[in-house]
């Protein structure tokens, strides 16, 4: 995470309502990496639901996911849940099945918690959003042993 000084989180909190969309997307990246995420909630919520342009919703889900925390997590399945238009639902349902911290064991063992304890959350949205995903994976155990049948 990064610590912004007021005036860099001003300037970035200005930039993400640019008529630019690489504006807005650079604007999404730096308060994604921000540690005050808890005050920039709906700016980020809203460069998530970019209508304009889906490049800023995508590298705005892209750089909540790199924090590797929950409450990145948490603000894209927020977001996903909210989302009315198909192609801003795709971009953020691709930049969670895209994660490439699913690839690696302790990056999946990660998420997969995170996951469990954001199934729980207050907000139906983000609850039944982390559930959806949950639901579709399977046990290691079973995976293992179809990789094992593959090879026979």
């Known amino acids: 995470m990064v610590s912004f000084d007021d005036q860099e989180l001003t ?7 640019s008529p630019d969309w690489a504006v807005r997307a650079s604007a999404g990246r730096r308060l994604a990496a921000s540690d005050k995420i808890d005050g920039i909630t709906n700016v980020l ?3 998530l639901l970019d209508l304009r342009d889906s490049a800023v919703t995508q590298e705005t889900a892209e750089a909540l996911l790199a924090r590797k925390d929950t ?3 948490r603000c894209v399945l927020l977001a996903s849940s909210r989302a009315v238009e198909f192609s801003t639902r795709d971009e953020l349902v691709a930049a969670l099945d895209c994660n490439p911290e699913w690839m690696a064991t302790a990056g999946a063992d990660r998420l ?3 996951l469990h304890e954001l199934a729980a959350d207050d907000d139906a949205g983000v609850r039944d959003e982390a ?3 949950l639901s579709h994976l399977r046990p290691r155990k079973e995976q293992a042993l179809d990789s094992d049948d593959d090879q026979l």
């Open 11 to 17: 300037a970035a909190v200005r930039d993400a309502d």
């Open 112 to 114: 997969i918690h995170q």
């Open 131 to 133: 559930q959806e995903i």
């Open 45 to 47: 919520h809203s460069l």
């Open 71 to 73: 409450a990145g997590l």
